[in-house]
């Protein structure tokens, strides 16, 4: 999909996202496990309303990426709100990012590997950015383990994907394997569509 498209589409959802900050929805207890190891120099690519800032520590320094100025804008509001340190919101596509080799503690991806037209190279970014001994923190969702669920995925993933902007049937568990990051703790949820990935860059 043409990537003004994609952005305005995302745009368009920035509202309903906002309205979602600080609910206690499904994703709540997933966020709280996974972020509570969040530490650091934060990086949050796809931050969206910032819906992960209220689960970061308070001394966490954070730099938020999004390519959709009406998500930034709300991440900004949520931000304040919360009083976390956001110490750039950066408006760009991941894909086209140049941060310098080891400068995040903590790099955190959250619903956002659906998006990208490449999201190979968008992990390998995030190990490339990654502090040595660094964490990357990873909640995705891809297609089902449940093979009849999974031909449900792949049956609308096109008409999804041209309304929502994201792929519902990507095989997140062998990109996540193909990358150069080495995982050290993985939870899987929602009949093996949910990932919760704990995983450090390879050297
Ligand atoms: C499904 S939302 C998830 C938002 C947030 N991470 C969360 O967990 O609620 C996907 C987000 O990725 C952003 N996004 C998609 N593709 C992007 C890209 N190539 N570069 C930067 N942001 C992108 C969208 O604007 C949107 O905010």
């Known amino acids: 999909m043409d990537i003004q498209r994609q952005r305005k589409l995302f745009d368009r959802q920035a509202e309903k996202y906002a309205k979602r900050v600080g ?5 709540h207890k997933w966020r709280k496990r996974l972020l509570s190891e969040a530490e650091g120099n934060i990086l949050e690519i796809s931050a969206g309303a910032g819906t ?3 689960y970061y520590p308070g001394d966490a320094s954070i730099t938020a990426v999004d390519f959709s100025p009406a998500m930034l804008e709300k991440a900004r509001e949520t931000a304040q709100k919360e009083n976390k340190k956001v110490t750039a919101f950066i408006s760009g596509n991941v894909e086209t990012l140049d941060f310098p080799e ?3 503690d903590t790099i955190v991806s ?3 590997m659906c998006a990208y037209p ?3 190279h968008v992990l390998r970014l995030l190990s490339t950015w990654c502090h040595k001994d660094g964490r990357i923190l990873l909640l995705e969702h891809g297609v089902s383990s449940n093979r009849v669920l999974a031909k449900l995925q792949d049956a609308f993933d096109p008409v999804f994907t041209k309304r929502v902007g994201c792929h519902i ?3 997140l568990m062998t990109l996540v394997h193909q990358a150069p ?7 899987h949820a929602l009949f ?6 704990w995983a450090k860059p390879n050297p």
């Open 169 to 171: 049937n990507r095989d």
């Open 23 to 27: 609910k206690r929805g499904a994703d």
């Open 181 to 187: 990051v080495t995982i050290q703790r993985e939870e």
């Open 118 to 120: 490449n999201p190979d």
């Open 52 to 54: 992960n800032f209220p």
């Open 192 to 197: 093996g569509a949910v990932h919760l990935i």
């Open 110 to 112: 959250t619903l956002s």
């Open 102 to 104: 080891h400068s995040f």
